[in-house]
């Protein structure tokens, strides 16, 4: 099958990569580079043993999206591309919902013009919100409580209406909780360009002495120990769950939502004790101010993913925190090394 990847050479699109190779498809990855590297995606090559063709450029780019669709056409698009920190996402909302939704705009406008009907979207839980009852199931009120979340809420939107006033296009909106880890090589990971936002790797950052300290936000969440509690998900479980979402939608029309959870719960403190098991040694950390848009607990749901997709997360938090590590071992400074 020929794929359009878009942001694949960011965390989760090159481990997703990695497999759709793996798995014999034809790929395009079209990514800017701005929270990437093009180091990784030659790592994905000499990992899969396989070429492919990437592109650099702006999914806003409206000439470049419909080149790159135009000329490669794909009967499939994996959409990772777009910002996905929620803090960041409070200080910048314009930039997000620049990114994230007229970024989408434009690329599913782009499908349409080349016949394209197919599209895997990178969504996220966030657009729940904070939680009328856990875990959270598909049918679960969407009230998203920060930029990020409610940019994603609206792509979602975006692709059902688009699917709807197209009888023959499917769409499999992933809704992820928390990707972390690494793949089993330790030759990709994730690699934030800047400060990171999300817990993993400013543990593994600290742990390997970049960073000084943890910085836990809250410790009075109505949780067992008073920090945040999420559903971590390994990433390579993640990116086989989009295999699967590949596969399903080339059986039916219309649009479905689908976690990719664990439906198992693990807190900061908890998290930051199985890294230090898995580093041999303590991981440093000081309690800091709730970040505004946080909820306290996050919990997935993950029965349709077993019915419809066939699909179920293979890994703990010892086998993440262990690939994180062994990620962040090997690349102390990420893709710089």
Known sequence: ????????????????????????HEVL???????SSPEALRRVRTLSNRDFESREGDIRDVGAMNSVIGDFRPEAVVHFAGLKAVGESQEKPLEYYSQNFGGSVTLLDAMQRHGCNRIVFSSSATVYGEAQYLPFDEDHPR??????????????????DWTTSRPQASAVLLRYFNPVGAHSSGRIGEDPSDIPNNLMPFVAQVAVGRRPEVS????????????????????????AAHLAALDYSARGTGTEAINVGTGRGTTVLEMIAAFSR??????????????????????AAVTRAERLLGWTAQHGIDEICASTWAWQVANPRGYAD
Do not use: C, Q
Request: charged share 25%.
């Open 1 to 24: 099958m020929r794929v359009l990847v878009t942001g694949g050479a960011g965390y989760i699109g090159t481990h997703t990569l990695l497999r759709l190779l793996e798995a014999e």
């Open 143 to 160: 009230a998203p409580t920060n930029p990020y979340g409610r940019t994603k809420a609206m792509v979602e939107d975006i692709i059902r």
């Open 216 to 239: 836990i936000f809250g410790n009075d969440y109505e949780t067992r120990d008073g920090t945040g509690e999420r559903d971590y998900i390994h990433v390579e479980d993640l990116a």
């Open 29 to 35: 990855v079209y990514d800017n580079f701005s929270n």
């Open 278 to 299: 898995a580093a041999g040694r303590d991981i440093p950390y000081r309690i800091a101010p709730p970040r505004p848009g946080d909820v306290a607990r996050s919990l």
